[in-house]
């Protein structure tokens, strides 16, 4: 049976996952306007997006290391300006046309 404060760590972290997926989903919607951005989870390894783009035919994929997601330093705040900082969503893109399947952040 867990401990009560492993309990609590537990939601923590899944609480602060939830947040960074939240940013990093956002920032995905602004930069892939108009494109269906789908999500699959491997808890404990990585999560994925795969951003499509109907009218181009192109897909757009990038996997997070779950220890990204779930490392208490990375606030969302960090996890928006590291997203920012690494332009992801160009590196995302740079992955398309090299015909690499992932992008790993």
């Known amino acids: 049976m867990?401990?009560?404060?492993s309990i609590l760590?537990?939601?923590t972290e899944q609480q602060l996952i939830k947040k960074n997926l939240a940013v990093?989903?956002?920032?995905?919607?602004i930069g892939f306007p108009?494109?269906?951005i789908t999500e699959e989870s491997d808890p404990?390894?990585?999560?994925?997006f795969i951003v499509?783009?109907?009218?181009?035919?192109?897909r757009y994929k990038l996997k997070v290391s779950w220890l990204r997601l779930s490392d208490r330093s990375n606030?969302?705040?960090?996890?928006?300006?590291e997203l920012d900082r690494r332009d992801v969503a160009g590196c995302m893109i740079q992955a398309g046309k090299r015909n690499?399947?992932?992008?790993?952040w």
Do not use: P
């Open 52 to 58: 499509t783009n109907e009218k181009l035919r192109k």
């Open 9 to 11: 760590e537990i939601m």
């Open 34 to 36: 108009g494109c269906v």
């Open 100 to 104: 690499e399947d992932w992008f790993d």
């Open 44 to 48: 404990s390894t990585y999560h994925t």
């Open 2 to 5: 867990l401990h009560t404060d």
């Open 24 to 29: 990093i989903r956002g920032y995905l919607k």
């Open 75 to 81: 606030t969302q705040e960090k996890t928006r300006a």
